[in-house]
């Protein structure tokens, strides 16, 4: 079994090989290929690769490169994790919308349409060249923003799931508050990509008896400390949101305490620095506890069981993916990407039913399924009116005047990356 990685010289990537040296029972890599343009990085992402791979006893072999093309050929499945204009790019996104006073965040909000109209055309060409090379390969997305690029690859009639962490994190802090393994909790993960909430906790699969009011009882100050939201709110509302909704349901409050400090991307540039020189360091032979601050926790274990599901090996039968509606929601069409439970198999995801979805959530997500509908056609389409008319649409905006404002802002900074402009 043959997997490429495009984006191999991400600092997350020995979180990926640890995954891969752990549970190769799961999915038996012979050949893993780390992709990506930046020789420096890749040279030690992939020395460090090679250290786990072998303090581990795991007999795959491991390459890197700088050419796509010939990085994926012939690869089974293609993980994307990539970064369109890197850090600098990112730092952006999360300072210039505050400045119209608006959440400057990397996958939300005006930010989040810039980081999509830098990707979707990036991430389309990738996966058009996959297809040359292996029309039977599987792309498993974990760039951001994951609904909207995974949605582009669908669209464009690829073999694609997405892939996010927000779901097995719950998963695994769930089971640690309950005391049991984490493959006993099921949860009733609903909504789009960072848009999620989780209206039950099950213990023993989908039919499985509903936790979630005792965890809430019982811990309901721990998770809501960590979501950096009132308890209050969840007992009101009964369910627990992904802390994505703390943009949507304490915007003001974001944006003043955003404006008081460094970027999310400053940290993570000087996080990543110093990880840098870590892996060139010729001891390191496992992934260094700094990384867990990076983000992406769990991002390994969600992408071995999903890869090995994908190909025919022994993976989950139901996880937490992001693939095509196709009547899961009703009041979505059914060519949206939303995230939820879905059986997954050789031939893709299937999403499992969902009940019927208060209006309180069901109209949010309705209203971010719209933008997501104007961003990836601005994504691929270009142009300024296409982008105002997004950024409209966007609950977080929502105003012509701030539209305005944000769509000038976003083509000033980000127009080395969008051909149109």
Not at 24 to 43: F, G, Q
Not at 113 to 119: D, F, N, Q, S, V
Not at 324 to 335: A, E
Request: glycine share 10%.
């Amino acid at each position: 079994m043959k997997l490429a990685v495009v984006g191999g010289g991400s600092t997350y990537t020995p979180e990926l090989i640890d995954g891969f040296a752990r549970l190769r029972d799961t999915l038996p890599v012979e050949e893993l290929v780390l992709v990506d343009p930046a020789a420096d990085r890749l040279e030690l992402v992939g020395g460090l690769a090679r250290r786990i791979f072998a303090k581990q006893d795991h007999a795959g072999k491991i390459t890197t490169t700088t050419d796509l093309d010939a990085g994926v050929a012939g690869a089974d499945a293609v993980l994307l994790q990539l970064r369109v204009g890197g850090q600098a790019a990112r730092d952006q996104d999360e300072t210039w919308p505050l400045e119209c006073g608006c959440v400057g965040q990397e996958t939300t909000g005006a930010g989040g349409l810039a980081k999509a109209l830098r990707t979707v055309p990036v991430v389309l060409d990738i996966a058009e060249r996959v297809r040359r090379t292996n029309p039977d390969a599987w792309i498993i997305d974990f760039t951001n923003p994951v609904g909207i690029v995974t949605r582009a690859l669908l669209r464009a009639g690829h073999k694609a799931v997405g892939l996010c962490n927000v779901a097995i994190g719950f998963q695994r802090k769930f089971a640690r508050l309950l005391e049991v393994e984490p493959g006993q909790v099921h949860l009733d993960h609903v909504g789009l990509n960072h848009l999620t909430w989780e209206l039950g906790v099950r213990l023993g699969g989908p039919d499985g008896e509903n936790v979630l009011p005792k965890l809430l009882a019982e811990h309901g100050d721990a998770i809501a400390d960590d979501l950096h939201m009132p308890r209050r709110l969840m007992d009101r509302l009964g369910v627990v949101p992904s802390y994505y909704l703390r943009y949507f349901y304490a915007h003001d409050e974001v944006v003043r305490e955003l404006g008081t400090k460094p970027s999310r991307a400053a940290e993570v540039a000087a996080m990543e620095k110093e990880l840098l020189e870590m892996y060139g360091d010729p001891a390191l032979d496992e992934k260094p506890g700094l990384l867990a601050k990076r983000g992406g926790a769990f991002y390994s274990e969600a992408a071995v069981d999903l890869a090995a599901s994908l190909l025919g090996g022994g993976g989950s039968p139901v996880q937490v993916v992001n693939t095509y509606n196709n009547g899961t929601l009703p009041f979505l069409p059914d060519d949206a990407v939303i995230e939820v439970q879905a059986r997954v198999g050789h031939e893709g995801a299937a999403p499992l039913a969902v009940p019927a979805l208060d209006p309180l959530y069901a109209g949010l997500i309705a209203n971010v399924t719209a933008y997501e509908d104007l961003a990836l056609e601005a994504a691929l389409r270009g142009g300024r009116e296409r982008v105002f008319r997004a950024l409209l649409a966007h609950p977080l905006i929502g105003q012509y005047d701030y539209a305005e404002q944000l769509t000038d802002r976003l083509i000033a900074h980000n127009r080395e990356h969008l051909a149109w402009a």
